[in-house]
């Protein structure tokens, strides 16, 4: 996959803390924050089909009445 360059800025603080994390782990600040995106972005994912399917059991007797009970999921 191509990489492309983010320049970010943040505080030394921070910036120390990313390096401590990053060296603690045997990796790269640039691979560290790579990575806390993408965990990241797949906590948000979850969450999307967590929250769908919560919708889902909410209306399933609306989806039932609507679609009948094969096409609404049930069995």
Do not use: H, P
């Amino acid at each position: 996959m191509a990489k492309t360059q983010l320049n970010v800025r943040v505080d030394e603080t921070t910036a120390e803390a990313a390096r401590l994390r990053a060296s603690e782990r045997g990796m790269s600040v640039n691979r560290y924050i790579e990575e806390l995106v993408k965990r990241d972005a797949g906590e948000a994912g979850r969450t999307f089909v967590e929250s769908a399917a919560d919708f889902m059991k909410q209306y399933e007797s609306v989806f039932t009445e609507e679609f009948g009970a094969e096409r609404a999921g049930a069995r």
